[in-house]
């Protein structure tokens, strides 16, 4: 949900709202977005997911970060400046990271759906993370029991690579071998 529909709030009133309370905000050039506080069910499905995705990276290049944890999107050619909190986040590329975010581009972000703020995710997400040169994005929707998976095709697009509904297995493209029981994550 945005706080600031109407007016520009600029990168030093962001961090000064941040400061001032315990709300989750994130920022996307100049627009100041509030996520909702995780349901029950989200932090299950969240923590499963995690626990998979973290087994499989494990002896491997890449880390999972499980919100709340910063990540400053970069990108050359794209100017403004892009503050967000993905659910979970799968990073290979280690020289972004410093003690407070990782500033740079995610290669698999999951964002798991909230019914307050559904078309935050769906659309602002999905183009922003498009534009941005994320490899793969996850879309969770805990109140249908499904997961979409996008990936980042050669003309820099989002194609859709897998959806499941309720059971099956659900797999990544850009983590080859890695899948994931949907029984598991939902129930």
């Not at 989750?24 to 997911?49: A, C, N, W």
């Not at 080859?176 to 949907?182: A, P, S, T």
């Amino acid at each position: 949900m945005s706080l600031s529909k109407d007016s520009f709030v600029p990168l030093a009133k962001f961090f000064e709202i941040r400061e001032t309370n315990d709300n989750l905000y994130e920022y996307i050039d100049g627009t100041v977005f509030m996520s909702p506080s995780p349901s029950t069910k989200h932090q299950r499905v969240s923590g499963r997911l995690h626990l998979k995705f973290g087994n499989y990276l494990i002896g491997g290049d890449c880390e999972i970060f499980a919100a709340p944890y910063d990540v400053e999107l970069t990108k050359d050619g794209i100017e403004g400046n892009k503050i967000i909190i993905p659910d979970i986040s799968i990073i290979c590329q280690k020289s972004g990271f410093n003690e407070a975010k990782y500033v740079g581009v995610p290669n698999l972000i999951v964002e798991i759906l909230n019914p307050s703020n559904q078309s935050h995710d769906l659309i602002t997400k999905l183009n922003l993370y498009m534009n941005y040169g994320v490899k793969e994005y996850w879309i969770v929707n805990p109140m249908l029991d499904s997961i979409t998976v996008y990936f980042l095709n050669a003309e820099g697009m989002y194609e859709q690579f897998d959806i499941k509904t309720r059971t099956g297995k659900i797999k990544s493209n850009f983590l080859k071998g890695f899948d994931v029981e949907l029984e598991y994550v939902f129930n």
